[in-house]
């Protein structure tokens, strides 16, 4: 009996997975972000702040110099990004 019950689970689980997956699909990158809204309304960050390096390229591809960007986000709608160094202005 208990082998016939994980064969069965073991059949069974494979289709569940893939009309999961199907009842998720999207069309378009409006859909993404549709979906990612629903999921995540009233739990997403809303100050954050991060570092990157950004890169400089010249005409022929090659790097022409790099810079630190630090960058903080206060949603909805502030964003401040700091040249080089964090007391930049």
Not at 42 to 64: A, C, L, M, R, S
């Amino acid at each position: 009996m208990k082998k016939i019950l994980l064969s069965i689970l073991f059949i069974v689980t494979p289709f569940i997975n893939v009309l999961s997956f199907q009842a998720k699909e999207v069309e378009s990158g409006v859909d993404v972000l549709s979906k990612m809204h629903e999921e995540y309304k009233g739990k997403w960050y809303t100050n954050f702040t991060f570092t990157q390096e950004t890169i400089f390229y010249g005409q022929n591809d090659e790097v022409v110099r790099t810079q630190m960007w630090y960058e903080a986000m206060s949603l909805p709608g502030k964003l401040a990004i700091k040249f080089d160094e964090k007391n930049s202005n």
